[in-house]
Every structure is written in structure tokens, then in C-alpha cells.
């Protein structure tokens, strides 16, 4: 499994890179997303079904916690990415370093 997550302040607007393959995506806090073309609240803890093929916004109103999940084989942050993503070096994972907590645990 792999998974990242990104803690939102309050009133942050966030858009996501292109997400190739069906996920899971789990929000804690107090926010809005963006999907089927209109928004939607998200308030407390919800678990939402992501299809493949979508780019998502999110709007934090009070602190946000954005957690993705999905099953793979990738061995590494890098393939990971790539396998969910064509544009991985958007990321901020590529960016900010200082910030990332990496385990992998080969099961």
C-alpha cells in the first residue's frame, strides 16, 4: 500500500495533480473538494471513493488533513508516484524534502 497525506491550514486552496488510477481518499478537518464539477463539503472524517482520470481541488475552511491510498508494488516513493501520476515533478513531495516521512516495508 502506499499512501501521502498533506495537512491544510485553514483557507488554503490546493489543486492536485492528475491521478491516473482509482484511489482512496480519506479528509479529516473542515474543507471543501471539487468533484463531478461542482463542490462539495467535506466535514470531519470521511473516506471518498477516487475514480482514475481525475484532478481535484480542495479548499480548506479549518484545518485539513488529505490522506490517498492505493495497493501497489512500487519499491520505491519515485515509482509509487509515477504509477499514480504523469506529473510526479508537480508534486511537492519533490520539492520539500525536509517534509516528507518515508517507510517502506517490502510486505
Known amino acids: ?9 485553514p483557507e488554503t486552496p490546493l489543486i492536485g495533480a492528475l491521478i491516473k488510477i482509482p484511489t482512496l481518499v480519506i479528509t479529516v478537518g473542515s474543507g471543501k473538494v471539487f468533484v463531478n464539477g461542482k463542490w462539495q463539503d467535506v ?3 470521511q473516506v471518498i471513493p477516487g475514480c482514475a482520470g481525475r484532478k481535484q481541488a480542495f479548499f ?4 485539513l488533513i488529505i490522506t490517498m491510498v492505493f495497493p501497489t508494488k512500487a ?5 509509487a508516484e509515477a504509477e499514480f501520476t504523469d506529473e510526479a515533478h508537480l508534486l511537492l513531495s519533490r520539492r520539500q524534502d525536509e517534509m516528507n516521512t ?6
Do not use: C, D, L, Q
Open 1 to 9: 500500500m502506499y499512501s501521502r497525506t498533506i495537512i491544510m491550514p
Open 43 to 45: 466535514n470531519g472524517y
Open 60 to 63: 480548506s475552511i479549518g484545518p
Open 75 to 79: 519499491r520505491t516513493v519515485e515509482e
Open 102 to 107: 518515508v517507510t517502506i516495508t517490502g510486505e
